[in-house]
């Protein structure tokens, strides 16, 4: 805290910022243990605390065993001072939920979406959120949260097959001025994969990368325990990593035209139809083919953990994948390879997640807080 240089109103909110994430990372916590953390003198956390308690966004939650003195009160944060409203989009369905401010899920609910024409997404986009806004109560709601199947960025979304009618709109800006609520949109695989990381996986590895092979191939990655997407939002489009230049079936070239996406897709299409006696050859085909896809990721990221949504993989194709891996580079580099069942728990804690840490404090001395 030294070393930190602004006017005293700037540094006050910066305190203030600091000591409630303290509390709700820590608490249930003293005063003398929020100094000691902080390195702030006892006299700035009791007022801070203070007006944390008057603002309602602290609580007390007990006091300490009395040693002769005045005993020590615990705080935490109010998980009941805001809500969240999030939405995730699959399969013509949201996953609708309510989380208290601390990320807690206490409501959900699905909802049927019509995506034929924009007023009939829109109608149906807008029944789930007054539906979950009305579950609220009272409650102030912080955020509303969006995932869809597409690119986002500023609010604009593209490559968004499943809507069409959502092509090139700015929805978050739609939605944020019909209920006058900071709305925030994301991937809906970038929330998976914020979800699996932050609930599963944040106290044990810093890389991590979620890697969709199903309708369409999408991914998301965290780098040193953020979210990576790059310049343009771009990041972890895999669908265009280059796995060779044509393949074989039946002894014809197929119309695959060289990227990871066309082919995993072609290998899955013809694994519905083909007789028993090919189906080994391609099962072969489709995990090699997933593996050339993730020697890419494992040289250019070099993650902890890769976890692989396809629903027909097995464990024994798991272990094949890591075969093949180990044939090309040393065991040390090989991350753990793993296999998720269903993604939209994970999508669901990740759109919390991300509201969350788009509407607490951040600590610098700036007003913006989102980007």
């Not at 005063?31 to 308690?53: D, R, Y």
């Not at 897709?265 to 489709?286: F, H, P, Q, R, V």
């Not at 044939?327 to 296999?339: F, V, Y």
Request: aromatic fraction near 6%.
């Amino acid at each position: 805290m030294s070393g930190i240089v602004g006017t005293p109103r700037a540094i006050k909110l910066l305190n203030k910022d600091i000591i409630q994430d303290i509390i709700k990372v820590n608490g249930p916590i003293t005063k003398p243990e929020i100094a000691k953390i902080t390195n702030l003198s006892l006299v700035t956390v009791n007022k801070t605390v203070e007006t944390l308690l008057q603002e309602n966004k602290v609580k007390v939650s007990g006091v300490n065993q009395s040693t002769g003195g005045r005993r020590a009160q615990f705080f935490e944060i109010n998980e009941e001072l805001n809500y969240i409203v999030g939405l995730c989009y699959h399969k013509d369905v949201y996953l609708g939920a309510i989380a208290n401010s601390i990320g807690d899920i206490i409501y959900k609910q699905e909802f049927p979406v019509r995506v034929d024409t924009y007023d009939e997404v829109m109608e149906d986009t807008y029944f789930a959120i007054d539906t979950l806004i009305e579950k609220c109560n009272e409650h102030v709601i912080s955020a509303i949260g969006i995932g869809v199947p597409g690119v986002i960025n500023e609010g604009i979304v593209t490559n968004i097959p499943n809507i069409p009618s959502w092509e090139n709109i700015n929805i978050e800006k739609i939605i944020e001025e019909k209920y006058q609520i900071t709305v925030l949109l994301e991937n809906d695989i970038n929330l998976a994969t914020i979800g699996l990381y932050y609930n599963d996986y944040k106290d044990e590895v810093d890389n991590l990368a979620l890697i969709y092979l199903e309708q369409g191939i999408g991914s998301g990655l965290i780098l040193n325990r953020e979210l990576f997407k790059g310049s343009t939002n771009f990041a972890g489009e895999l669908s265009y990593i280059p796995v060779g230049n044509q393949i074989m079936i039946d002894g014809k070239k197929t119309k695959y035209k060289g990227n990871f996406e066309n082919k995993i897709a072609l290998i899955n299409e013809y694994l519905e139809t083909c007789t028993e006696d090919k189906k080994d050859e391609m099962n072969e085909m489709l995990l090699k083919t997933i593996a050339d896809g993730l020697m890419s990721i494992i040289c250019v990221i070099n993650p902890d953990i890769i976890a692989l949504k396809l629903e027909k993989l097995t464990d024994e194709g798991i272990k094949k994948i890591k075969e093949l891996i180990e044939a090309l580079i040393h065991t040390d580099n090989i991350p753990k390879i793993i296999k998720l069942n269903d993604l939209r728990k994970y999508s669901i804690h990740g759109v919390m997640n991300m509201c969350i840490r788009e509407t607490m404090p951040i600590y610098q001395l700036t007003n913006r807080k989102r980007g």
